[in-house]
């Protein structure tokens, strides 16, 4: 009995401390919901995600003073304005509270505020430091005293933020401008009708000038409802402060300070190269003036819930889910010529057998077959992007007929955009005094990354509470500007950007750029279903080349429209033409990341023609990752089991059907050949990761990942191909990824066109 009183008592005591103790401190972080989330998705982005480590890069490595100091302001911008929300509703909150409980939770309340207001500063500086940790592992060592200052200063920052968190009252009381800061009333700045004023016109006005240069770049028409739309946002903000007006005047002042936002954003926005402003302030930046938006709108909302009693965020997101489960604000339809400059897809082989015929070289090889290559590249964000452009061009100084031997490029995701650069360079050249290798790093060197989130982070995350799709707000479309953006600068002379040309009219049988057959999967079957010049027939005799007799899309666009990895690039879709239906592409690399699937149709499809053996042969020449070394591959279990275990088998399946691509492929296509130099299927390997470097898969890449990815496409006339060593582990069946292999494949590349 004295037992059961025990446990009763013991029960009693958990259920108290529980109700108050944890209850209470619960509450209250849920009361801060949206500062509290603000927060934590600022320490995500700029601590825990590879891509932003490799912007912390590039800026430290381009020596980007000017980024570094803008972004540093931005994100001390960030802070103040959760520090700000969090502690108006810390007095919300507590005006609601019982007596008895403020005392006993009066440094809860206090310090809340100020560590969520210091936590996207503190990431910032912890960001740094963990990317100038990677720069001490780079061989050889790369100077980092760009980072330790920028990491010092932030840290000082911080220091000084929290202090003044602390210390404010002493310093604001007596300032005309800075004293709501000090003041602990109610219903001012944040939440104060000049101040929501102020704000929605600074909303509006940075939405334009980031939004609409890139959404005017990418049509062909300068004016456009998304257009419109933009500008009207303004309008449509400032008017709902208007009911909060009480005398004319204000209401005289609301609408003078619209008019004057208007105005500026429109000429701002219409003249302004597209581009120019995300490049300017970079990823970091774009990032923290959208949290620093949200938290402010978000927060005002819920503290109007609270009063009103009308849960407005609620209302927000239930109006977005519904959106898009009904699919009403599915903009990421993709961007077509209103008038195409297509006809109907031709014959696989008739293309080749004129491409053959207009080989400037053929005549060399008239005692022996003619090497065709079928080149695949694999998916992979910005680092395949860079390793398709530059491994095809070293390739192409070292030997150059080597283009005009390359019938075809099977490409996924980042490959296709290198693929596309390659073939445009061939096409049109480089620039002036530079090789095409230096002249596609200087391509890729661009910021791809920003414009997107741009896009991504304005008109597309609005986008999302609409209930109707806005075309012209698609987040894909900046990706595909900031590409063309990045071929403008080159500055080639006399001549049109090719990525803006349509992509049926890029490749011709008579010139020596090879085609571009860029691989996407469509959502509602699974399949893969290839953007081609050419029809690419399958035994069962199925086209599955996109064979729509009214689309037509730009070379950026198809590019791009590969490249939708999850998530970053939404899906794409377009409406066919038999029966009106919508058909959805997502990035090739879920059907498979490597393009050599593709690659192999279209080479069984040439071996079907009649002589082949005696006028051509081909060779596929596959770039893929490195294959993992089992004595090296640790195992490791994860936690949320249940929930991320799918997932991780989805992605790990994902890069596991490459390999087997590969193994398959060079098994059965190399079987009886004795000679490695003489394969018909070749790998040029890329090391995703070493000497400190560790690829990023994203959309910008910096200096140093550059030259990493650089070293291995090496020159066979300066080094030498160890032949024995490349043929010995080959003859046992077996591949060892070295320096020495890619410098072997190359070197065969010379033996076949020699």
Known sequence: MAEIDNRQKLSQRNSNWFENQLKPIAKFLIYLRVPLTVAIAAWYF???????????????????????????????????????????????????????????????????????????????????????????????????????????????????????????????????????????KMGEGLFGQTFENIFVNIVGFVFSLLSLPTIVAAKDPRWSFGLIGVLLSIVFLNVGLFSWQNTLKSRITVVRTCSISLLASLVLGLIMPPTFLPELLGSISVVAISLTMLVVIFSTIYNWGQQTKIPGITILIGLMLVSSALNLNDNHRFQQFSKPQKSDLPALDSSFQQWLANRPDLDRFSNKPYPVYIAAAQGGGIYAAYHAATAFTKVTEYFPTFPQHIFAISSVSGGSLGASAFSSLVKFGGISGKSLSQTASKLFSSDLLTPLLTMG?????????????????????????????????????????????????????????????????????????????????????????????????????????????????????????????????????????????????????????????????????????????????????????????????????????????????????????????????????????????????????????????????????????????FRQPMAKGRVVVDDNHNLCVIASIGNDLS
């Open 457 to 725: 982070l304005f008109p597309d995350l609005i986008q999302r509470f609409i209930f109707f799709p806005i075309y012209d707000w698609d987040r894909a479309r900046g990706l595909e500007v900031a590409f063309e953006k990045a071929w403008d600068k080159l500055s080639l002379p006399n001549q049109d950007n090719p990525l803006r040309q349509s992509f049926y009219q890029h490749w011709q049988p008579q010139g020596i750029a090879p085609a571009l057959v860029l691989n996407t999967t469509v959502v509602e079957t699974g399949d893969r279903l290839a953007i081609s010049p050419f029809q690419i027939n399958l035994p069962n005799k199925e086209n599955i080349a996109i064979d729509e007799p009214d689309l037509d899309l730009k070379l950026s666009t198809a590019a791009g429209l590969s490249a939708r990895f999850p998530y970053f690039t939404p899906v794409g879709w377009y409406q066919r033409s038999k029966d009106k239906s919508k058909l959805h592409l997502a990035d090739g690399g879920y059907f498979d990341n490597s393009g050599i699937p593709t690659a192999l149709d279209i080479g069984r499809n040439l071996q079907r023609l009649e002589g082949n053996d005696k006028t051509f042969k081909i060779v596929y020449l596959s770039l893929i990752d490195e294959p993992p070394k089992e004595s090296t591959t640790q195992l490791k279990s994860e936690g949320l089991n249940e929930v991320l275990s799918p997932v991780r088998a989805l992605f790990s399946a994902r890069k596991s059907r490459s390999r087997s691509a590969v193994e398959l492929s060079a098994f059965t296509i190399n079987d009886g050949i004795d000679d490695p130099l003489k394969y018909q299927f070749r790998t040029l390997f890329l090391k995703k990761s070493g000497d400190g470097v560790k690829l990023p898969l994203g959309w910008l890449i910096s200096k140093r990942s550059r030259d990493f990815i650089d070293l291995q496409t090496p020159d066979p006339k300066a080094t030498p191909c160890d032949i024995k060593k």
């Open 46 to 184: 700029f601590t825990q995600i590879d891509q932003t480590i490799e912007v912390y890069r590039a800026i430290a490595l381009d020596n980007n003073v000017a980024q570094a100091l803008i972004s540093t302001v931005l994100v001390i911008l960030l802070s103040l304005c959760v520090w700000f929300a969090a502690r108006l509703l810390e007095k919300c909150y507590q005006e609601r509270l019982p007596e008895y409980y403020k005392p006993k939770f009066d440094s809860l309340y206090k310090n809340a505020p100020r560590l969520l207001g210091a936590i996207p500063l503190g990431s910032l500086a912890y960001g740094t430091w963990a990317t100038q940790e990677t720069l001490q592992k780079l061989s050889p060592p790369t100077p980092k005293i760009f980072l330790l200052v920028w990491m010092f200063s932030n840290i000082v920052l911080l220091l000084i933020l929290v202090y003044l968190f602390i210390n404010r009252i002493k310093f604001f009381k007596d300032s005309k401008y800075l004293d709501s800061l000090a003041s602990n």
